[in-house]
C-alpha cells in the first residue's frame, strides 16, 4: 500500500521567515495530494491540494509543488505568522479504485513572534 | 460549503459499554464517509471506509465487530463502539467525500472518547 513520509516532525521559524515541509510518497500511481493545518484539539482543515497533472499550485501565502519523478511534494509558507502555528499534514490518495487518503506524520509548526 | 458535524464532541463511558458517534455533512452529500483514531501528537490512522448503503471496509487490524460503522444516508455515518475499554480512549475524526468533488475530504470536529 501507499506509505507517506514526512519531514521535518518540528519546525521552528522566526515570524516573517519561509517555512517549508517535505513529503515523499511509495505509490507512483497517487494522484491527489492535500495538505491539512490542525490547530490543536480542532479539526484537520484543508489548506491546499495538488493533483498529480499540475506540478506546483499557490494559493497566496501557501504553495505546493509536485515532482511526480521523485515522488515528493512540498508545502511552502512565505511571511509566516504566529496564526500558522500548527500541526501541518500531507496525504497522498493512491491511484486506482477508492478514496483513502494515507497521511504523512506531520509537521508541527512553531513561528515565533 | 462543506461542513461536517460530529456527536458528541466528548464522551466518558465505563468500560464495557457501548458508545455510538455521530458523523453528519450538513450542506452536502457524502458517499463516502472516512473514520478516523487520532492518538496525541500523532497522525490520523485511518480505521474505516463507509460506502452509503454498504458494507465499510475496515482497515488491516481494526476489528469490525468491535468498531461497527452504519452509512445509512448520504449525510450520516455513525461509529459504535462496542464493549469499550480503556485502550478505546483516543480521539476519533470522520471525515467526508462530497459527492460532487472527485478528492475532497472534508473533517469533522472529531469526538474525544474516555473509558474509565
Known amino acids: 500500500g501507499e506509505n507517506v513520509e514526512q519531514h521535518p516532525s518540528t519546525l521552528s521559524v522566526q515570524e516573517g521567515d519561509s517555512a517549508v515541509i517535505k513529503c515523499t510518497y511509495s505509490d507512483s500511481a497517487s494522484n491527489y495530494f492535500p495538505w491539512y493545518k490542525q490547530e490543536l484539539g480542532k479539526r484537520p482543515q484543508l489548506i491546499i491540494d495538488?493533483?498529480?497533472?499540475?506540478g506546483e499550485k499557490k494559493d497566496q501565502r501557501i504553495a505546493v509543488t509536485l515532482n511526480k519523478t521523485a515522488k515528493h511534494f512540498s508545502l511552502h509558507i512565505t511571511e509566516t505568522q504566529p496564526e500558522d502555528s500548527a500541526v501541518y499534514f500531507c496525504a497522498a490518495k493512491p491511484g486506482g479504485a477508492g478514496n483513502m487518503l494515507t497521511f504523512g506524520g506531520g509537521t508541527r509548526l512553531m513561528v515565533k513572534p | 460549503g462543506a461542513v461536517v458535524s460530529q456527536h458528541p464532541s466528548w464522551v466518558i463511558c465505563k468500560s464495557g459499554t457501548s458508545v455510538k458517534i455521530e458523523c453528519r455533512s450538513l450542506?452536502?452529500?457524502?458517499?463516502?464517509m472516512f473514520w478516523y483514531r487520532q492518538f496525541p501528537k500523532q497522525s490520523l490512522m485511518l480505521m474505516a471506509t463507509?460506502?452509503?448503503?454498504?458494507?465499510?471496509?475496515?482497515e488491516q487490524g481494526v476489528e469490525k465487530d468491535k468498531f461497527l460503522i452504519n452509512h445509512a444516508s448520504l449525510t450520516l455515518s455513525t461509529l459504535t463502539v462496542t464493549s469499550a475499554h480503556p485502550e478505546d480512549s483516543s480521539f476519533y475524526i470522520c471525515?467526508?467525500?462530497?459527492?460532487?468533488?472527485?478528492?475532497?475530504?472534508?473533517f469533522g470536529p472529531g469526538t474525544r472518547l474516555t473509558v474509565t
Open positions: 463507509s460506502n452509503e448503503g454498504s458494507k465499510a471496509t475496515y
Open positions: 450542506d452536502f452529500q457524502a458517499t463516502t
Open positions: 471525515s467526508a467525500r462530497h459527492r460532487d468533488r472527485t478528492y475532497e475530504q472534508y
Open positions: 495538488i493533483r498529480s497533472n499540475v
